[in-house]
């Protein structure tokens, strides 16, 4: 056969690795990692010619090869229930953040609030190596034991917002008792007496204690507890608002203010209001809870309670580094962050001095 008919196979150019470099410099494997690496050992000179050389020879690390060594990958795992959710985007773009700062990559997977997608995703992130797991547990999760992947491995988790109440872990949340409150006694303040609540699944912390705030504001101010006005939705979505609000505004004797434990049912609750004739806020007040993007742009602007979703997701990736860096010390830590009313048109019946 003639040459030029050959067949021409093609050899995949081999990967430069750092005992190449090492042979080339005449110095050991282990010099040319530590330079690699910025370690103080190794003097700026060699730093540089090292570096230099890794560059031209187009050398890569393996990363892979390097977590399958320490059994863990330089990447932090979240887990949430819909990423399209505003306070979850805060939360993920909060952990995002610090992660970078540290070196750490940033795997998300969403339950869409489903316990079994939930165990099934915490059982991928624990075989993907990932070096420690935010969560923000499911509406339909009551159990909790597959997290004990990671405890029984050490390896660090930390539960944002929604938490796991009885698993000993890291927790980042906000007051949600004192948020509820806060919100209610807006309303009163602002002349309300019969003020109704939109409450989330009470399994769930941050409801239970929202509504258990909205609770002892009534009783606070002598105003009664009238259960008909305390609705629950799965997931407060915009048509449960809206329809929970035309239950409302159907009573005999509708209310005069609304706390929502989140702004999407509290902005459908405003339009559906409007459609219905009702003028807001000075026949029906609403406050709302997030300040998601939404509360600005209903009409009027709904009122609402801050939630710093941004730090929230911040914190928790500091206190997955601050286990990684103490093992010794037990993982119960409780941060609570601040929240404030954040008064808009859709409840300021009285001028705010």
């Not at 101010?221 to 048509?239: C, F, Q, R, T």
């Not at 009122?303 to 010390?329: F, N, W, Y």
Request: charged letters at 25%.
């Amino acid at each position: 056969m003639d040459w030029c008919h050959r067949p021409v196979i093609m050899m995949k150019k081999r990967d430069i690795t750092i005992y190449d470099i090492a042979n080339e410099l005449k110095v050991s494997p282990s010099t040319v990692s530590r330079a690699l690496k910025n370690h103080y050992s190794i003097g700026a000179e060699m730093k540089e010619t090292v570096k230099r050389l890794a560059k031209l020879r187009g050398y890569r690390p393996n990363h892979i090869a390097a977590s399958l060594r320490r059994n863990h990958t330089n990447t932090i795992g979240v887990l949430v229930t819909w990423v399209n959710r505003p306070f979850i985007s805060s939360v993920i773009a909060g952990v995002e953040e610090v992660a970078s700062e540290n070196g750490f990559n940033v795997i998300i997977s969403q339950s869409h609030d489903n316990y079994e997608n939930e165990v099934a995703n915490v059982k991928t992130m624990y075989d993907s190596r990932v070096a420690g797991l935010i969560v923000s547990v499911a509406m339909q999760t009551m159990k909790y034991d597959h997290f004990e992947l990671f405890t029984s491995s050490n390896i660090p988790i930390v539960f944002v917002d929604r938490v796991a109440e009885q698993f000993n872990s890291d927790r980042v949340v906000i007051d949600n008792f004192a948020s509820g409150f806060m919100a209610t006694e807006h309303l009163i303040q602002q002349g309300c007496r019969r003020i109704a609540h939109f409450a989330g699944a009470q399994q769930r912390n941050v409801y239970r204690d929202r509504q258990r705030g909205y609770v002892e504001a009534l009783k606070k101010y002598d105003l009664p507890v009238d259960e008909s006005l305390i609705l629950h939705g799965e997931v407060l979505s915009a048509e449960e608002g809206y329809k929970m609000t035309e239950q409302l505004l159907s009573m005999a004797s509708p209310p005069d203010g609304l706390f929502t434990a989140n702004d999407t049912s509290g902005v459908s609750a405003i339009q559906c209001a409007k459609k219905r004739g009702a003028k807001v806020p000075h026949e029906f007040a609403v406050i709302g809870f997030n300040n998601d993007p939404v509360s600005l742009i209903v009409d009027p602007a709904l009122s609402t309670v801050s939630h710093p979703a941004a730090d929230m997701g911040k914190i928790a990736v500091r206190q997955i580094l601050k286990q990684r860096e103490h093992r010794d010390i037990p993982a119960t830590e409780m941060i609570i962050l601040k929240t404030e009313v954040i008064v808009r048109e859709s409840s300021r019946r009285k001028k705010v001095k």
